[in-house]
Structure formats: C-alpha cells, structure tokens
C-alpha cells in the first residue's frame, strides 16, 4: 500500500510538471505567433509600400511567375492572379520589338546567375511602359536553377525624358549645320 501511496505521489508530482511544462510551452507557441503574425504583417506592408514590384519566376522556358508582389496592380494595372494563372502572361506582354531581347536576358540570368534590362510591356490600359527588370537566380540544395527572383520598377518617364532630350539635342544638330 505504501508503495502504491509512493508511485501515485510521483505520478501526481510528474502530472504537475508536466502540466506546467505544457503551460510554458503554449504562452511561447503563442508568443512566437504573435511575432510571427506582427513580422509578415510588416513585410507585407514594405512589399505593397515599396515602388518596386518584387516578383518570382521558375527559371525554365516561359518563365511563369510563382510570386508576384501586390503592388503590380498600382503600377501595371493587372492582379496578381492574372500573372500566376496564365503560364505565359508576362511573355504575351513584351514588346514584339523587345521579346528576344528580354527572354535572351532571362536565359542569361540562368546561365549567369543574374542579369538586368529594360524592355517595353503593354499596360493594363493598352499603352506600352518602358520597365527596368534587376534578376537574381536561386539554385536548389544540388545546385540546379531553381527560380528567378526579381524586382521591376517602371521607368517610362525617364525614356520619355531621354528620348525628348535626344530629339532637342537632334534639333539643335541640324539648326546649327544647317545655319
């Protein structure tokens, strides 16, 4: 009897650490929720905040976007689902003048690790946009290309820009030959 007395004494005693123990462990799985929820809620507010459209593409022919920051609606005027439900949706985009140009520097990401271009891609509004793409390569575990990520900011206002300075100065050229 005593040792029955004993052993549920311990197995109380053992319940009760136990208990606490799980206790502890619930109050930093909640802790570290929290942080986690507060972390992603601020990540999603730099992403959306930032002028960058930040994006991600399998590093294979046609490169179709696995991500694709939210902000691409502000800025080029289709949704996010739009780019990850069509395969080919940014290809379909590209300039005819700018297509081999742009998927020739896609492939020199893959070979190369990383790349940066400028090409002109059809708005949601029908007009094309001159964008900037800036590409880095990710490599699985054995080293195989595994994904593009990227970030694109629009820079039509500075080609607008270039190509008026380029016309003046154009201008200027022939007014002074030809006076």
Not at 59 to 69: D, F, K, L, R, V
Not at 124 to 133: C, I, K, M, N, T
Request: aromatic share 8%; hydrophobic share 40%.
């Amino acid at each position: 009897i005593v040792l029955i007395f004993l052993e549920n004494e311990r197995r109380v005693r053992v319940e009760s650490e136990l208990s606490a123990l799980n206790q502890r462990l619930e109050r930093l799985v909640d802790d570290r929720t929290a942080e986690l929820n507060r972390s992603e809620k601020r990540l999603q507010y730099l992403i959306t905040s930032n002028p960058a459209i930040l994006f991600s593409c399998h590093a294979s022919e046609g490169y179709p976007t696995t991500y694709i920051s939210p902000n691409v609606e502000v800025f080029l005027g289709y949704s996010v689902r739009d780019f990850l439900s069509t395969p080919d949706f940014w290809t379909q985009r590209l300039h005819p003048d700018d297509r081999t140009r742009a998927l020739s520097a896609m492939a020199s990401a893959v070979v190369y690790g990383s790349a940066a271009f400028e090409y002109r891609f059809l708005h949601a509004d029908g007009q094309y946009r001159w964008l900037r793409d800036s590409l880095m390569l990710t490599r699985d575990s054995e080293g195989h290309p595994k994904e593009i990520v990227g970030s694109c900011i629009d820079i039509d206002d500075r080609r607008r820009a270039e190509n008026a300075a380029q016309a003046a100065a154009n201008d200027l050229r022939r007014l002074i030959e030809t006076a």
